[in-house]
């Protein structure tokens, strides 16, 4: 059994997060934009995707040098063929306390049963605005808001919960959707969170200037509900929890633009095609496909994960401000969020 390592920053690994697919149903503009994503671009093939099988190993060796919580994201996870049986897989890692799948909700309608009959635990849902007219100009292929929240209700009931669902903030897109967001999941079992606009991957057309920064979405909130700060529940939570004075539940801000979190994070993400990356800014990963595909031993899985997290430097949030140039950094569908 290895120890839990910590990288150069004192950090430990609790969470990996395991994309299982670059495709998605969805064009959405700050992360696949269709003018990139379209018939002509190549996503990966069959055979360059990890098996369950291989999926299984990392997620067991990462569950023996201390994580334990999985995230399952894409692309769009639900794309992938048999994703059922993963699910079961790693449900099935003692070490493993939660077991989250990251989703855009257009097909959780109808697998959501299935996903928590092979032991998903919870899922999180993207969803921008209430207004179709917003919603669908942001997944840009007219995917209207009803059916996300009949796959929200769909999972509810398949007792996938508890239900986040992240609202990613664009100036000039969605900000004039925080009010209606809040008030419709105020009260609810579901927790909402704001997310400000990030500048993951090379693609979206990020500029500073786009985001909506945290600050505003609480004061904006603030003044129509009423709100007060929540400590965080433990050590790495990316979200500055609020809660609503009236008593109606709480919400959720993510502010790794303006307010970064990079001190605690403790999260390690695994490419569909196998590459481990140590921060969603990364500029490159480590190629675990191919040393999977060679049948190491498991101390020797272990000990290749060991020596990437323990010299992990990774502070992209903290530092962007300082950089000069251009940076090639991964795609977020390429990694997840």
């Not at 149903?25 to 099988?53: G, H, V």
């Not at 505003?216 to 700060?229: N, S």
Request: hydrophobic share 40%; aromatic share 6%; proline share 4%.
């Amino acid at each position: 059994m290895p120890s839990a390592p910590t990288d150069t920053l004192d950090r430990p690994v609790k969470d990996l997060r395991i994309s299982v697919t670059d495709r998605c149903n969805f064009r959405c503009t700050y992360c696949m934009p269709k003018e990139i994503f379209n018939s002509d671009y190549r996503y990966l093939q069959r055979a360059a995707l990890l098996t369950f099988e291989e999926i299984e190993r990392v997620a067991r060796s990462f569950a023996r040098h201390g994580v334990t919580k999985l995230r399952l994201t894409g692309g769009e996870p639900l794309l992938r063929h048999g994703i059922e049986e993963l699910v079961a897989r790693l449900a099935a890692i003692p070490e493993i306390d939660d077991l989250a799948l990251t989703t855009n909700g257009a097909l959780l309608g109808r697998m959501a049963t299935d996903l928590a009959a092979a032991g998903l635990h919870r899922v999180t849902v993207s969803l921008d605005s209430l207004d179709d007219s917003v919603f669908m100009g942001m997944n840009d292929v007219a995917f209207p808001v009803q059916n996300v929240l009949d796959g929200i209700g769909a999972a509810a009931d398949a007792g996938l919960g508890p239900i986040k669902i992240n609202m990613v903030v664009k100036r000039g897109v969605n900000e004039t959707s925080i009010i209606d967001m809040a008030r419709h999941f105020k009260g609810t079992s579901q927790t909402l969170r704001f997310i400000e606009y990030m500048d993951v991957g090379t693609t979206n057309g990020w500029v500073m200037d786009d985001v909506v920064s945290a600050k505003a979405i609480v004061e904006t909130l603030d003044q129509e509900f009423g709100i007060e700060p929540i400590a965080p529940t433990y050590r790495g939570e990316v979200a500055k929890r609020w809660r609503y004075k009236d008593g109606s539940g709480e919400f959720g801000v993510i502010g790794s633009v303006t307010q970064p979190f990079c001190g605690n994070c403790t999260r390690a993400r695994l490419s569909a095609e196998g590459a481990l990356y140590t921060c969603l800014f990364a500029t490159s990963g480590t190629d675990l496909r191919s040393i999977l595909r060679q049948n190491p031993h498991d101390e020797e899985l272990d000990q290749t994960i060991n020596t990437i997290w323990t010299n992990r430097t990774d502070r992209y949030s903290e530092t962007r401000t300082s950089l000069t140039g251009s940076v090639t950094k991964v795609e977020m569908s390429h990694i997840g969020g």
